[in-house]
């Protein structure tokens, strides 16, 4: 049996750490919106960093993306957790000998430090970020190669 997760908003909250990095650059912006909830900016991680734009700035721009990027960059997994429960249940399949990955569609860039910082990068089995592979999720590609990495089959 080999269990594969998802990173944002599944097995790690990442929203905090969006939201430090939302706020910096809300300071930055001439006309400063309202700052989306930590609710907000969980509902909008699933849908990738074009719908957290939209939540938080209500357009997607290239200068605003970047900046934004940056400064999440800066402070990757300084707010960031398991979700409630997701240690103890990565506990349980590390002693029953379960393999465990992840599958993002988060870049390896952002991938490698936060999972480093969060102690899970020599934990997990296989690590297959966005640009890993020529195509994301929902794509099946990632969740092959996953299986491939690991030597289980796909079922």
């Not at 957790?81 to 240690?87: K, V």
Request: overall charge negative; aromatic content about 6%; proline content about 6%.
């Amino acid at each position: 049996m080999t269990i594969l997760f998802d990173l944002d908003g599944t097995l790690v909250d990442t929203a905090p750490d969006f939201s430090q990095a939302i706020s910096k650059v809300n300071s930055t912006l001439e006309s400063s919106a309202s700052l989306p909830s930590l609710d907000q900016i969980r509902m909008a991680i699933s849908g990738g960093i074009q719908a957290i734009m939209r939540t938080a700035f209500s357009t997607v721009s290239d200068p605003i993306k970047n900046q934004l990027l940056t400064h999440y960059e800066e402070q990757l997994g300084q707010y960031a957790h398991l979700f409630e429960g997701m240690d103890q249940l990565l506990k349980d399949l590390d002693q029953q000998r379960i393999k465990w990955g992840i599958v993002t569609n988060k870049e390896e860039r952002f991938t490698t430090p936060l999972l480093k910082q969060l102690n899970l990068l020599k934990r997990a089995s296989c690590i297959v970020s966005g640009d890993t592979t020529p195509y994301t999720k929902p794509h099946p590609q990632p969740l092959l190669y996953a299986c491939a990495q690991l030597q289980t089959q796909p079922e």
